[in-house]
């Protein structure tokens, strides 16, 4: 059983920062009104600069949070410590951080992960069936694109 201080150490050591690939902190202690059920984080490319993405979900609402990556380690264990029970981090390892009533901390499943290649860009492009600005006969035919390969917009 660890504190607080030693849990962050042993996953700073154990864990690289800059190749978590995700996280989920979950099973709320309390599951009351206006509280997150469960906390989701991804990497994200913002501005040409690495963050993570904090992902609350409170009843039908997501709220996102970007923190930077010297944070992540501390800000994961504060969220669980609040609130929750368990906290699965996947990065250069795969493992659990698990909390009990009096609020030390255990790590499970200690196993080396590969990390597989992940797009963190913030504004994704669309997977469109056609590519935009590309001539399709047929639907030039039934009058839905022109020439040029531009969509007609309903009117």
């Not at 504190?3 to 996953?11: A, Q």
């Not at 994704?124 to 600005?133: L, Q, W």
């Not at 006969?137 to 390969?149: A, H, P, T």
Request: aromatic residues 8%; contains cysteine; charged residues 30%.
């Amino acid at each position: 059983m660890l504190n607080t201080k030693e849990v962050i150490n042993e996953l700073k050591n154990k864990i690289n920062i800059y190749e978590v690939s995700s996280a989920v902190i979950s099973d709320p202690v309390k599951k009351t009104e206006g509280t997150a059920s469960k906390v989701k984080v991804k990497p994200v490319m913002v501005k040409g600069e690495l963050m993570y993405q904090l992902s609350s979900f409170v009843g039908d609402k997501v709220y996102h949070k970007n923190i930077k990556p010297d944070e992540i380690i501390e800000r994961l264990i504060a969220i669980e410590e609040n609130n929750f029970k368990q906290c699965e981090i996947k990065a250069n390892i795969r493992c659990t951080v698990l909390r009990n009533k009096k609020k030390l901390f255990t790590i499970t499943g200690v196993k080396e992960n590969e990390i597989p290649q992940m797009t963190v860009q913030h504004n994704n492009t669309k997977n469109y069936i056609f590519a935009e600005g590309r001539y399709v006969d047929w639907m030039f035919r039934l009058g839905l694109m022109d020439k040029e390969g531009h969509i007609h917009s309903n009117k």
